[in-house]
């Protein structure tokens, strides 16, 4: 077989990491008289290589989450106040094994997302399947849905190692369907012992009020809390900090350049525009 008939015998046996990179590899090892068995091997990690690429996209794409971010990003000097240890111990995912759950409560805009954020992308980077939900959002689009779609949602919902509630109870009140359907999702996920975590602004003591249902609220955060980590933010915004950072950074004032024609020079001013 010449090259192009060994490409397209690969392409035929869905091996695009190895064509991908035959005429590297083989430039390579012609160059540097390599063993055959170390080329091939070579090839080999391409392709592995490749499909755990597209693999980790696809699980991300199918994730629902907005963007990838991390913990080593995060700036814990801004609360140092924050849970550090239990953030980090949510982190290493023993959680999502053991069918255990986490509910983190605080003020706006203290990190609760991105801490959700972050723990479902390393569970993407681990193999878990996960799904990551804008609470209110999600439950409102479940409510105007057909009954097919609902029973597609609500198994989308369930089946995943992992899904994310965040910030649920934004909008306060939530709709009869939407509450019916949390309650699904806690008590259906709760008997298979699949994890969720949930991020809220509002006190669990208010979840009867919101629901407005205080039976419904019980039953959801009985089974929620059973195997549950509780994780508290208190602090400042990381929001309004970066707004504030952001108006100072547009209020500097700027170096603008006249030109003087009268004298054929430069004239240097300071204002807010030109």
Known sequence: MNMVEIERALRELRLSGIAETLSTRVM??????????????????????????????????????????????????????????????????????????????????TGKSYLAKAVAYQATLQGYDVRYLEADTEFARYAVASAPERTQLLKDWVEPDLIVLDDLFLARRITEHAAEVLQAIVHQRYKLRRAIVVTSNRVVQDWGRYLGDATMATTILDR????????????????LKEAASRIAISNQPRVVIIRASCLGEFGVATGGGI
């Open 28 to 109: 390579q090892a012609q160059a540097s008289q390599e063993p055959f068995l170390e080329t091939f091997g070579a090839m080999l990690q391409d392709e592995l290589d490749r499909r755990r690429s597209r693999l980790l996209e696809r699980r991300y794409k199918r994730s629902g989450l907005d963007e990838k971010v991390t913990l080593a990003d995060f700036d814990w000097r801004f609360n140092p106040k924050l849970p550090r240890s239990a953030c980090f111990e949510l982190h290493t995912l023993k959680f999502i094994g053991e069918g255990a759950n986490a509910l983190i409560v605080g003020k706006p805009g």
């Open 224 to 239: 929620l809390m059973h195997r549950c980590a509780m994780l508290e933010f208190e602090g400042k915004s990381y929001r």
